[in-house]
């Protein structure tokens, strides 16, 4: 008992640290251990040609210019900061890493990242179809491996008799006072329980304090990375031959729903195209372009053949 009343405050003011209104840069001037199966995409090669930027012109201005080429104006503000990040991991020669981003923020920054000479961006999750990220930033000479940023947990407990979804982990999380951005993906395990993705410093913290998900008692326990359970998502893939291209069309295609039903979802907001919110009814799209439409789940663009009369043959790939 004595043991635990002092670590307990140690592991509270330790967890408090890593709560939203935390900083979110993360400096470090060590190499850390790597886990093998971590999806990590390096974006910068360390030979400079003339597409490339270094750093120092970013500081003199052309942070403006590189923001010009970002899709998503919402990510804007997100991708500026992690711009910012890059600076001070060149000039600061230190490694800075994100917590974990969206899809959106995590593919922009990742396409402003690839065009600054001097840094080096690696994005990890945990396991390679992870979709919450966070990138890891330094200089070329000083991020030479991937840093150890993700954790994971395995939460059981009794699910046979009361199931429980993706919402309720989350909201069993997020009701400890832990910021969503310091959560990645959770891989629900059906009665078997879910696993957690989290940053490390918030680990000891949660494994104190989880004790329910919804009304069902848990238990927590860190695991490894490579002990992770996933499967690649469960798909069924059909054609059809429609005569454009255009989101509207095959995404009413894709999820079997009218025309106008797909377009009252669009000017409501409720459909993106790869995470990125889509305003225009006749958005162009092309293969491995991801449409998403709430409510309905997630499409992918296969592959697109044009027929003898002029229309368009194309694979849709249905995530179920």
Not at 71 to 78: A, H, T, V
Not at 114 to 121: N, Q, R
Request: aromatic residues 6%; proline residues 4%.
């Amino acid at each position: 008992m004595a043991a635990a009343s002092v670590t307990t405050p140690w592991l509270l003011r330790r967890a408090f640290q890593a709560l939203p209104f935390s900083q979110p840069l993360y400096p470090i001037n060590k190499k850390i251990s790597f886990y093998g199966n971590l999806c990590s995409f390096p974006v910068q090669n360390p030979l400079r040609s003339s597409g490339l930027c270094h750093i120092a012109q970013v500081i003199k201005g052309d942070n403006d210019v590189l923001l010009k080429g970002v899709g998503d104006k919402s990510s804007i503000e997100e991708v500026k900061h992690i711009l910012e990040m890059a600076r001070r991991a060149a000039t600061r020669r230190e490694i800075f890493h994100t917590d974990f981003l969206t899809p959106p923020i995590l593919k922009e920054s990742m396409l402003v990242l690839e065009k600054l000479a001097d840094v080096k961006a690696v994005a990890q999750g945990g396991y390679p179809q992870a979709e919450r990220c966070r990138i890891s930033i330094g200089h070329t000479e000083v991020l030479t491996s991937d840093p150890d940023v993700v954790a994971a947990l395995n939460i059981t407990g009794n699910f046979s008799f009361q199931p429980c979804s993706h919402g309720d982990f989350l909201a069993a999380i997020l009701g400890k006072g832990i910021a969503r951005q310091k959560l990645g993906d959770i891989i629900l395990k059906g009665e078997k329980g879910a696993h957690i993705l989290i940053v490390p410093e918030l680990v000891e913290f949660l494994m104190l304090t989880l004790d329910k998900v919804a009304n069902v008692s848990v238990s927590c326990t860190q695991i490894s990375l490579l002990a992770l359970e996933y499967e690649p998502p469960r798909t069924q893939s059909f054609k059809t031959v429609e005569a454009s291209l255009r989101v509207d069309s095959l995404a009413s295609a894709g999820f079997k729903i009218s025309r106008s039903k797909l377009v009252n979802l669009i000017s409501n907001g409720d459909v993106r195209v790869n995470w990125s919110t889509v305003t225009k009814n006749g958005t162009i799209l092309r293969t491995g372009d991801i449409v998403s439409v709430s409510g309905k789940g997630r499409l992918k663009i296969g592959e697109i053949n044009t027929t003898r009369k002029g229309k368009f043959a194309v694979e849709l790939i249905r995530y179920l």
